[in-house]
């Protein structure tokens, strides 16, 4: 029984890629199905991403059933940072079959090439700034807002399709509970810091205080690896975004002098309140999240972002700075009810976070994986 590929443009008819996933994750208790709305949205030509990126969509069938889809995209902002000439693939789902993981990475592959891309790269839905990964381990819990989820077997038909190992990059689990003697200890050493103050986002000046947030974060991550800023266009669709999820006191903004120097974003999970919706926004559905979100309130959430601006490193006085934020953070959580979070994601190799993260009890729960081929 041959494979057919059938391509869907952006901004095509997305019934089967949407719905292809109901038979892959039929039996997976932890798998979360992305609002329908949502992946329509980042896969139409309304997403900002498409001002500095072009793609398109595949979705693989045997006997006229859909078993299998994929992405092909190409960011051009990342092109001119790393003139590497590596287009992406993301968005893959499969059933358990090596020849439809192969057909859907050759049509992706072959979409690259002959746009001029010499290495193929991913899972990245759509680039390095939203969902990254294949999940390799960590199968026995659901996913957070914005990370994905994948079946045991899809790394490996990944493999077998050519690609090899890039990167991994880890999710951490963290509990609220006691807050370490060390880690407090550094917390009360920054507090006393007279030119140190703190704040949380303004709701009502949210697109300013999301572009003050993404300016540390642009200092903050911009030699580590595959690194590429929002847009312009992409800050004001994030702040929009923002709009309805935010909770304020999952946020801090740290000023030395009246100048932002640190921050820290933490989202509540989504995915906690939406895992019965079958990736539709009924109108019951949006009244069930409202509760849900504004007055039940998360019992997890995930930690997007947490960053120093690099002038700071090395500064002895400041090098208890990101635990400050952690244990502001660990404070913050309790409050409003949280009882576990998420810290993603992080490179297998950046040390001094993965070192940070440990000090203050997180734990690593998820491994997601990167690969790429030549083309």
Not at 23 to 32: A, F, M, Q, T
Not at 122 to 132: K, R, T, Y
Not at 252 to 275: K, S
Request: proline letters at 5%; glycine letters at 8%.
């Amino acid at each position: 029984m041959a494979v057919e590929i059938r391509e869907i443009p952006i901004g095509g008819k997305l019934k089967d890629f949407l719905n292809v996933v109901d038979p892959i994750y039929r039996d997976d208790p932890n798998y979360v199905r992305p609002l329908n709305f949502e992946v329509g949205q980042r896969l139409s030509k309304k997403n900002p991403f498409f001002e500095h990126g072009e793609g398109t969509a595949f979705v693989a069938y045997r006997l006229g059933w859909p078993v299998g889809r994929i992405t092909a995209q190409i960011d051009k902002s990342h092109l001119e940072r790393y003139k590497d000439d590596v287009g992406f693939f993301g968005f893959l789902d499969t059933v358990d079959d090596p020849e439809v993981a192969k057909a859907l990475i050759d049509a992706a592959s072959d979409w690259l090439k002959d746009r001029g891309m010499k290495r193929i790269r991913g899972p990245l839905s759509l680039n390095i700034n939203e969902e990254m990964g294949c999940l390799i381990d960590g199968f026995d819990t659901p996913p957070m807002i914005m990370m994905p989820h994948h079946r045991p077997y899809q790394g490996g038909l990944i493999e077998q399709a050519g690609l090899k190992k890039l990167k991994d990059v880890y999710a951490w689990r963290y509990t609220i509970g006691d807050v370490s003697k060390r880690a407090q200890k550094a917390h009360d050493d920054v507090a006393k810091l007279p030119e140190l103050t703190l704040r949380h986002v303004d709701k009502k000046h949210i697109e300013r205080d999301v572009r003050i947030i993404m300016d540390v974060f642009n200092d903050a991550w911009s030699d580590n690896w595959g690194f590429v800023p929002l847009s312009e266009a992409e800050l004001s669709k994030m702040a929009e975004d923002m709009k309805l999820i935010l909770i304020p006191e999952l946020t801090y903004i740290a000023e030395v002098d009246g100048e932002a120097v640190a921050v820290a974003l933490a989202l509540p999970n989504l995915n906690e309140m939406t895992q019965d919706f079958g990736g539709r926004l009924t109108p019951v559905n949006v009244g069930k999240l409202l509760y849900r979100l504004k007055v039940k309130g998360p019992t997890t959430a995930r930690l997007v972002i947490l960053g120093i601006r690099r002038k700071l490193r090395g500064v002895k006085k400041y090098a208890g700075l990101s635990t400050y934020l952690y244990t502001k953070m660990h404070r913050a959580a309790e409050r409003v009810g949280v009882r576990w979070g998420e810290l993603s994601w992080t490179l297998e190799d950046n040390a001094p976070v993965n070192v940070g993260i440990k000090l203050m009890g997180g734990k690593i729960y998820k491994t997601y994986r990167l690969y790429e081929k030549e083309l």
